[in-house]
């Protein structure tokens, strides 16, 4: 994870991706049915398509764990870019209020979990 997008100062690298990280597209249709009963689906092309993927992380080390919590609370609010594990880059914002940190042994291995909202 970047912020500054173009000319990057702080960066995150998070290993160890869990394999079937969920995209979850909203694209805005409105379904109706008309007066005879038959299911029409509406959409205003004006309305965007908002793109939502959940990524997990696992055996983070506890460097990793407080270095992203710096990363977050400097980037509340703001865009970042996203390098996935397929190096496909997006640009977008962490919609989760407080990302899920799990630790699973004492101080050595923890487990994260985050909504990124694509703009």
């Known amino acids: 994870m970047n912020h500054p ?6 960066t995150v690298t998070l290993r160890g991706p869990v394999d079937g990280n969920i995209q979850r597209m909203n694209t805005h249709v409105s379904i ?3 007066r005879a ?3 029409r689906a509406v959409k ?6 908002i793109n939502t993927f959940s990524y997990q992380f696992t055996a983070i080390t506890k460097s990793i764990i407080d270095q992203l919590k710096i990363f977050l609370e400097r980037t509340a609010g703001l865009e970042i ?10 640009d977008g914002y962490i919609v989760t209020a407080e990302p899920e ?5 004492d101080d050595c291995s923890f487990d994260v979990a985050f ?3 694509e703009s």
């Open 81 to 90: 870019n996203i390098v996935d594990h397929k190096s496909i880059s997006r």
């Open 101 to 105: 940190i799990i630790r699973i042994r």
């Open 32 to 34: 109706k049915r008309n």
């Open 37 to 39: 009963g038959r299911v």
């Open 44 to 49: 205003d092309p004006a309305w965007p398509n």
């Open 5 to 10: 997008i173009v000319t990057p100062d702080l």
């Open 115 to 117: 909504d990124f909202r």
